[in-house]
């Protein structure tokens, strides 16, 4: 069974340029969140989707952040205009019965 | 809100020996917590799961346990080796997951 793969897996751009970041999780679970590292810090939750619909999007730093989950199927996170406090680590998991499975993440650099 | 700490930040034993992760957390009402590892440049992978109902778990070398009341999880390592050099990080799951900053593991061969 396939885990939980995400897109790129790293992504270098400059200030003002747009990214978007995609996550598909494990078939089958309808819980769908995304964190950020930033270098040194904790993991912080943006936001959690259950199926298609925002469950929770306490986390998302501004409105320079959209996520997407179109279908209920694999999610969306653009970060439009990316400044350089942007740059970080970007994972998305997939939970089931409460566990959480983690993607590799996708590494941001902004520059 | 909910603070999870993790003690040490960083972590370095000889092979062979046992050791011991500290993860304390400020919220006892949670559902879950959970034990991550993660090798440098890669995701977070799953070691433990512990259910709010359960003391401990086991899997292979790795024993883990809750005592919620004290807002308190070790993660115990028996017989060290140098594969599991890694962060070893904690997770609560609350209204959402809230996670430590890690302790970072070397196993000196």
């Known amino acids: 069974e396939a885990g939980v793969t995400q897109f790129p897996s790293h992504s270098v751009i400059e200030k003002g340029q747009t990214v978007t970041l995609r996550c598909d999780p494990i078939?089958?679970?309808?819980?769908l969140y995304w964190y950020r590292r930033v270098m040194g810090k904790e993991i912080k939750f943006l936001l959690h989707f259950v199926k298609e619909s925002k469950q929770d999007e306490s986390g998302m730093p501004n409105n320079r952040f959209l996520a997407e989950r179109t279908g209920g199927t694999y999610s969306t996170l653009k970060v439009q205009p990316a400044e350089l406090e942007d740059s970080g680590v970007y994972f998305c998991?997939?939970?089931?019965?409460?566990?959480?499975?983690f993607g590799e993440g996708s590494r941001l650099t902004v520059l | 809100k909910q603070e999870v700490t993790q003690i040490p930040a960083a972590l370095s034993v000889p092979e062979g020996e046992n050791l011991v992760l500290n993860c304390s957390f400020t919220d006892s009402a949670i559902y879950n917590l959970q034990w991550f590892r993660q090798d440098p440049g890669k995701g977070l992978t799953s070691l433990l799961l512990?259910?709010?109902?359960?003391r401990e778990q086991t899997s292979g070398r790795l024993n883990a346990s809750l005592d919620k009341s004290s807002g308190r999880s070790t993660l115990y390592i028996a017989a060290s080796q140098p594969g599991d050099s890694a962060t070893y990080l904690c997770a609560v799951e609350g209204n959402q997951f809230y996670f430590g900053t890690g302790t970072s593991l070397t196993v000196i061969p």
């Open positions: 078939s089958g679970h309808d819980n």
């Open positions: 512990i259910q709010s109902s359960q």
């Open positions: 998991a997939s939970s089931h019965f409460g566990e959480l499975f």
